[in-house]
Protein backbone atom coordinates (compact mmCIF):
# COMPACT_ATOMS: atom_id res chain seq x y z
CA UNK A 1 0.00 0.00 0.00
CA UNK A 2 2.83 2.47 1.10
CA UNK A 3 4.33 1.63 -3.07
CA UNK A 4 1.05 2.29 -4.40
CA UNK A 5 0.90 5.90 -2.67
CA UNK A 6 4.31 6.69 -3.48
CA UNK A 7 3.53 5.30 -7.25
CA UNK A 8 0.65 7.96 -6.95
CA UNK A 9 2.68 10.82 -5.55
CA UNK A 10 5.43 10.31 -8.40
CA UNK A 11 2.46 10.56 -10.92
CA UNK A 12 1.18 13.48 -10.03
CA UNK A 13 4.59 14.94 -9.69
CA UNK A 14 5.06 14.38 -13.02
CA UNK A 15 2.31 15.09 -14.34
CA UNK A 16 2.05 19.06 -12.55
CA UNK A 17 5.76 19.33 -13.77
CA UNK A 18 4.45 18.72 -16.77
CA UNK A 19 1.34 20.95 -16.88
CA UNK A 20 3.72 23.68 -15.19
CA UNK A 21 6.32 23.42 -18.69
CA UNK A 22 3.31 22.89 -21.19
CA UNK A 23 1.03 24.92 -21.23
CA UNK A 24 -2.58 24.31 -21.15
CA UNK A 25 -5.40 23.39 -24.09
CA UNK A 26 -4.73 19.79 -24.35
CA UNK A 27 -7.58 17.48 -24.96
CA UNK A 28 -6.46 14.41 -22.92
CA UNK A 29 -7.12 10.87 -23.42
CA UNK A 30 -8.04 8.63 -21.30
CA UNK A 31 -9.58 4.89 -21.18
CA UNK A 32 -10.97 2.07 -18.90
CA UNK A 33 -9.94 -1.40 -17.83
CA UNK A 34 -6.79 -2.68 -17.30
CA UNK A 35 -3.52 -1.05 -18.50
CA UNK A 36 -2.52 -3.20 -21.53
CA UNK A 37 0.72 -3.77 -22.12
CA UNK A 38 3.35 -5.91 -23.72
CA UNK A 39 6.56 -7.35 -23.81
CA UNK A 40 7.76 -6.01 -26.86
CA UNK A 41 9.96 -8.78 -28.76
CA UNK A 42 13.46 -8.31 -28.90
CA UNK A 43 14.41 -9.34 -32.89
CA UNK A 44 14.10 -6.21 -33.90
CA UNK A 45 16.53 -3.71 -32.51
CA UNK A 46 15.71 0.59 -33.15
CA UNK A 47 17.86 1.63 -35.37
CA UNK A 48 19.18 4.51 -33.23
CA UNK A 49 22.69 3.43 -31.61
CA UNK A 50 22.97 3.24 -27.48
CA UNK A 51 25.26 5.98 -26.55
CA UNK A 52 26.02 6.83 -22.91
CA UNK A 53 22.53 7.23 -20.86
CA UNK A 54 22.74 10.78 -20.02
CA UNK A 55 22.49 11.97 -23.54
CA UNK A 56 20.11 9.39 -24.89
CA UNK A 57 17.54 11.58 -26.94
CA UNK A 58 14.41 10.01 -26.26
CA UNK A 59 12.38 11.91 -28.66
CA UNK A 60 14.60 10.74 -31.33
CA UNK A 61 14.76 7.20 -29.83
CA UNK A 62 10.71 7.08 -29.46
CA UNK A 63 10.39 8.38 -33.38
CA UNK A 64 12.61 5.78 -34.61
CA UNK A 65 11.25 3.08 -33.17
CA UNK A 66 8.73 0.67 -35.42
CA UNK A 67 6.71 -1.03 -32.65
CA UNK A 68 5.80 2.54 -31.12
CA UNK A 69 2.14 3.73 -32.83
CA UNK A 70 1.95 6.03 -35.78
CA UNK A 71 -0.76 7.99 -32.91
CA UNK A 72 1.49 8.53 -30.12
CA UNK A 73 4.26 9.48 -32.72
CA UNK A 74 1.84 12.27 -34.06
CA UNK A 75 1.01 13.54 -30.67
CA UNK A 76 4.85 13.54 -29.59
CA UNK A 77 5.52 17.31 -30.61
CA UNK A 78 7.09 20.18 -28.42
CA UNK A 79 5.00 21.56 -25.86
CA UNK A 80 7.23 25.05 -25.93
CA UNK A 81 9.73 25.75 -27.97
CA UNK A 82 11.80 22.81 -28.28
CA UNK A 83 10.70 21.23 -24.65
CA UNK A 84 9.04 17.93 -25.98
CA UNK A 85 6.51 16.12 -23.01
CA UNK A 86 8.75 13.02 -22.13
CA UNK A 87 9.77 11.65 -19.28
CA UNK A 88 12.85 9.51 -18.84
CA UNK A 89 14.17 7.72 -16.29
CA UNK A 90 17.09 5.28 -16.08
CA UNK A 91 18.02 2.06 -14.08
CA UNK A 92 18.70 -2.20 -14.19
CA UNK A 93 15.74 -3.78 -15.02
CA UNK A 94 16.80 -6.43 -17.65
CA UNK A 95 20.29 -7.38 -15.84
CA UNK A 96 22.25 -6.12 -18.95
CA UNK A 97 25.69 -4.58 -19.11
CA UNK A 98 23.93 -1.18 -19.36
CA UNK A 99 21.53 0.63 -17.56
CA UNK A 100 17.75 0.34 -19.34
CA UNK A 101 15.81 3.31 -20.25
CA UNK A 102 12.03 4.02 -19.40
CA UNK A 103 10.64 6.35 -21.63
CA UNK A 104 6.95 7.74 -20.91
CA UNK A 105 5.20 10.31 -23.24
CA UNK A 106 2.41 12.43 -21.84
CA UNK A 107 0.36 14.93 -23.32
CA UNK A 108 1.43 18.92 -23.09
CA UNK A 109 -1.83 20.16 -21.88
CA UNK A 110 -2.88 18.04 -18.84
CA UNK A 111 0.20 15.71 -18.71
CA UNK A 112 -1.82 12.53 -19.59
CA UNK A 113 1.02 9.40 -20.34
CA UNK A 114 -0.16 8.47 -23.72
CA UNK A 115 2.86 5.66 -24.05
CA UNK A 116 5.17 4.38 -21.73
CA UNK A 117 8.30 2.33 -23.22
CA UNK A 118 11.53 0.07 -21.70
CA UNK A 119 14.54 0.10 -23.84
CA UNK A 120 17.79 -2.30 -23.40
CA UNK A 121 21.17 -1.54 -25.00
CA UNK A 122 21.57 -4.78 -27.20
CA UNK A 123 24.54 -5.10 -29.07
CA UNK A 124 25.27 -1.17 -29.31
CA UNK A 125 21.84 -0.19 -30.37
CA UNK A 126 18.37 0.37 -28.33
CA UNK A 127 15.83 -2.66 -28.60
CA UNK A 128 12.27 -1.76 -27.28
CA UNK A 129 11.45 -4.30 -25.34
CA UNK A 130 7.92 -3.74 -23.36
CA UNK A 131 5.12 -0.71 -24.58
CA UNK A 132 1.93 0.45 -22.75
CA UNK A 133 0.21 2.14 -25.12
CA UNK A 134 -3.22 2.48 -23.63
CA UNK A 135 -3.41 5.98 -21.63
CA UNK A 136 -3.74 7.15 -19.33
CA UNK A 137 -0.22 5.32 -18.46
CA UNK A 138 3.09 6.24 -16.82
CA UNK A 139 5.81 3.61 -16.25
CA UNK A 140 8.41 3.41 -12.89
CA UNK A 141 11.76 1.93 -11.69
CA UNK A 142 11.08 0.37 -8.24
CA UNK A 143 13.83 -1.26 -7.00
CA UNK A 144 14.82 -3.22 -10.22
CA UNK A 145 11.30 -3.86 -11.62
CA UNK A 146 9.15 -2.10 -13.95
CA UNK A 147 6.27 -0.56 -12.28
CA UNK A 148 2.87 0.40 -14.40
CA UNK A 149 0.71 2.66 -12.92
CA UNK A 150 -3.21 2.91 -14.77
CA UNK A 151 -5.30 5.22 -13.98
CA UNK A 152 -8.69 4.04 -14.03
CA UNK A 153 -12.03 6.56 -15.16
CA UNK A 154 -15.75 5.63 -14.14
CA UNK A 155 -18.01 7.12 -16.83
CA UNK A 156 -18.32 10.95 -15.96
CA UNK A 157 -14.85 11.80 -14.31
CA UNK A 158 -12.81 14.65 -15.39
CA UNK A 159 -9.91 13.97 -16.84
CA UNK A 160 -8.04 15.33 -13.71
CA UNK A 161 -10.19 13.22 -11.58
CA UNK A 162 -9.67 9.62 -12.07
CA UNK A 163 -11.65 7.43 -10.25
CA UNK A 164 -8.90 5.00 -8.94
CA UNK A 165 -5.88 3.25 -10.63
CA UNK A 166 -4.27 -0.23 -11.12
CA UNK A 167 -0.71 -0.61 -10.36
CA UNK A 168 1.28 -3.75 -12.12
CA UNK A 169 4.73 -4.45 -11.15
CA UNK A 170 6.67 -6.66 -14.06
CA UNK A 171 9.78 -8.53 -13.46
CA UNK A 172 12.56 -9.08 -16.30
CA UNK A 173 12.54 -12.92 -16.43
CA UNK A 174 13.60 -15.59 -19.27
CA UNK A 175 14.28 -12.42 -21.75
CA UNK A 176 10.51 -10.78 -21.31
CA UNK A 177 9.19 -8.73 -18.35
CA UNK A 178 6.42 -10.44 -17.04
CA UNK A 179 3.02 -9.54 -14.67
CA UNK A 180 4.13 -10.23 -11.08
CA UNK A 181 2.11 -8.54 -9.20
CA UNK A 182 -1.53 -6.32 -9.54
CA UNK A 183 -2.68 -4.07 -6.62
CA UNK A 184 -6.20 -1.76 -7.51
CA UNK A 185 -6.79 1.31 -5.68
CA UNK A 186 -10.16 3.74 -5.29
CA UNK A 187 -9.56 7.70 -4.60
CA UNK A 188 -11.45 7.55 -1.65
CA UNK A 189 -14.71 7.44 -3.04
CA UNK A 190 -17.75 5.62 -0.55
CA UNK A 191 -20.25 3.52 -2.32
CA UNK A 192 -23.53 2.31 -1.14
CA UNK A 193 -26.26 3.86 0.61
CA UNK A 194 -26.81 1.37 3.78
CA UNK A 195 -25.43 2.88 6.93
CA UNK A 196 -22.60 1.66 9.14
CA UNK A 197 -23.57 -1.09 11.62
CA UNK A 198 -23.08 0.06 14.94
CA UNK A 199 -20.44 -1.66 17.12
CA UNK A 200 -21.48 -3.97 20.03
CA UNK A 201 -20.91 -2.09 23.25
Known sequence: MARAATTATAVLGAAGLFVAGCGTGGTGARDEGPA???????????PVPATDPARVNAVRLVKADPAVSAEVKRGLEPCVADEYPVDVSYGNLTGGTADDVVVNVLTCGDAVGIGSYVYRDEGGAYTNVFAAEEPPVYAEIDRGDLVVTKQVYDRGD??????G???ITYRWTAGRFTEEYRTHNDYGKVGGTEPMPVPDG
Do not use: G, K, L, R
Not at 158 to 163: A, L
Open 36 to 46: HAQAVASSAPS
Open 158 to 163: PVSSPS
Open 165 to 167: EDV
